[in-house]
Protein backbone atom coordinates (compact mmCIF):
# COMPACT_ATOMS: atom_id res chain seq x y z
CA UNK A 1 0.00 0.00 0.00
CA UNK A 2 0.97 3.37 -0.96
CA UNK A 3 0.05 7.06 0.71
CA UNK A 4 0.66 10.44 -0.48
CA UNK A 5 2.60 12.95 1.14
CA UNK A 6 2.69 17.01 0.03
CA UNK A 7 6.52 17.39 -0.99
CA UNK A 8 5.89 20.86 -1.87
CA UNK A 9 3.98 23.14 -4.17
CA UNK A 10 3.55 23.78 -7.68
CA UNK A 11 6.58 26.57 -8.85
CA UNK A 12 9.00 25.70 -6.28
CA UNK A 13 10.53 23.18 -8.54
CA UNK A 14 12.12 24.99 -11.74
CA UNK A 15 11.20 23.58 -14.95
CA UNK A 16 14.10 21.17 -16.03
CA UNK A 17 15.23 20.60 -12.58
CA UNK A 18 15.05 18.47 -9.47
CA UNK A 19 14.55 18.56 -5.74
CA UNK A 20 15.10 15.97 -3.03
CA UNK A 21 12.77 15.67 0.01
CA UNK A 22 12.47 12.99 2.41
CA UNK A 23 9.65 11.13 3.11
CA UNK A 24 8.92 8.44 5.29
CA UNK A 25 12.83 7.79 6.12
CA UNK A 26 13.87 8.03 2.46
CA UNK A 27 15.21 10.56 0.54
CA UNK A 28 12.89 11.22 -2.95
CA UNK A 29 14.38 13.07 -5.82
CA UNK A 30 10.83 14.94 -7.52
CA UNK A 31 12.19 16.43 -11.14
CA UNK A 32 9.40 18.45 -13.72
CA UNK A 33 10.18 17.77 -17.05
CA UNK A 34 8.47 18.90 -20.28
CA UNK A 35 5.58 20.32 -17.12
CA UNK A 36 5.61 16.43 -15.98
CA UNK A 37 6.59 15.63 -12.19
CA UNK A 38 7.94 12.77 -11.81
CA UNK A 39 9.76 11.08 -8.45
CA UNK A 40 12.45 7.96 -8.18
CA UNK A 41 14.96 7.34 -5.33
CA UNK A 42 17.11 10.33 -4.50
CA UNK A 43 20.34 8.28 -3.45
CA UNK A 44 22.19 6.44 -6.09
CA UNK A 45 22.36 2.93 -6.48
CA UNK A 46 26.18 3.64 -7.12
CA UNK A 47 28.20 5.06 -4.11
CA UNK A 48 25.00 7.41 -2.81
CA UNK A 49 25.35 10.43 -4.26
CA UNK A 50 21.87 12.89 -4.58
CA UNK A 51 20.64 12.11 -7.72
CA UNK A 52 18.19 15.22 -7.43
CA UNK A 53 21.27 17.75 -7.55
CA UNK A 54 22.33 16.25 -11.22
CA UNK A 55 21.93 17.97 -14.68
CA UNK A 56 18.55 16.74 -16.54
CA UNK A 57 19.05 16.17 -20.21
CA UNK A 58 16.46 14.22 -22.57
CA UNK A 59 15.08 12.57 -19.78
CA UNK A 60 17.86 11.67 -17.78
CA UNK A 61 20.05 12.67 -15.18
CA UNK A 62 23.16 12.23 -14.99
CA UNK A 63 24.63 11.51 -11.71
CA UNK A 64 26.88 14.39 -9.95
CA UNK A 65 29.21 12.36 -8.34
CA UNK A 66 30.16 10.18 -11.46
CA UNK A 67 27.71 10.74 -14.01
CA UNK A 68 25.96 7.66 -14.02
CA UNK A 69 22.46 8.11 -16.05
CA UNK A 70 19.17 7.48 -14.55
CA UNK A 71 15.86 7.80 -16.40
CA UNK A 72 13.71 10.47 -14.20
CA UNK A 73 10.30 8.85 -14.99
CA UNK A 74 10.98 5.24 -14.32
CA UNK A 75 14.54 5.28 -12.64
CA UNK A 76 15.88 2.85 -15.31
CA UNK A 77 20.12 2.74 -15.65
CA UNK A 78 20.62 4.28 -18.81
CA UNK A 79 24.07 3.34 -19.18
CA UNK A 80 22.83 -0.79 -18.92
CA UNK A 81 19.16 -0.88 -18.98
CA UNK A 82 19.68 -4.47 -19.11
CA UNK A 83 20.97 -4.52 -15.67
CA UNK A 84 18.96 -4.92 -12.58
CA UNK A 85 20.30 -1.73 -11.03
CA UNK A 86 17.77 1.35 -11.10
CA UNK A 87 16.38 3.53 -9.04
CA UNK A 88 12.62 3.12 -7.27
CA UNK A 89 10.19 5.64 -9.26
CA UNK A 90 7.04 6.71 -7.36
CA UNK A 91 3.83 7.87 -8.26
CA UNK A 92 3.36 12.06 -8.17
CA UNK A 93 0.38 13.95 -8.70
CA UNK A 94 -0.76 17.41 -8.39
CA UNK A 95 -3.85 18.17 -6.29
CA UNK A 96 -4.33 21.89 -6.30
CA UNK A 97 -1.10 23.45 -5.81
CA UNK A 98 0.47 20.65 -3.70
CA UNK A 99 2.68 18.42 -5.19
CA UNK A 100 2.36 15.35 -3.60
CA UNK A 101 4.31 11.53 -3.88
CA UNK A 102 3.52 7.87 -3.22
CA UNK A 103 5.43 5.92 -0.87
CA UNK A 104 4.85 2.45 0.37
CA UNK A 105 4.10 2.29 3.70
CA UNK A 106 4.25 -0.28 5.90
S1 LIG B 1 27.37 7.89 -6.88
FE1 LIG B 1 26.07 8.08 -8.61
S2 LIG B 1 27.29 7.40 -10.27
FE2 LIG B 1 28.56 7.15 -8.54
Same mark, same amino acid.
Given at each position: ???F??? +? #? ?7 EG #? /??PI?? #??? +??? $? $????? /? +??D ?7 AS?? /?G??E ?6 P???? #??C ?10 ? /?A??Q ?13 V???V?
Open positions: MAEYTV +A #RVGEIPEG #R /SFEG #RMV +AVF $L $LDGEY /S +AIDICSHMGLA /SNVNGAVYCWHAW #RFVKEGTWLDNPK /SIGKCFEVRVVGEEIQAVPE
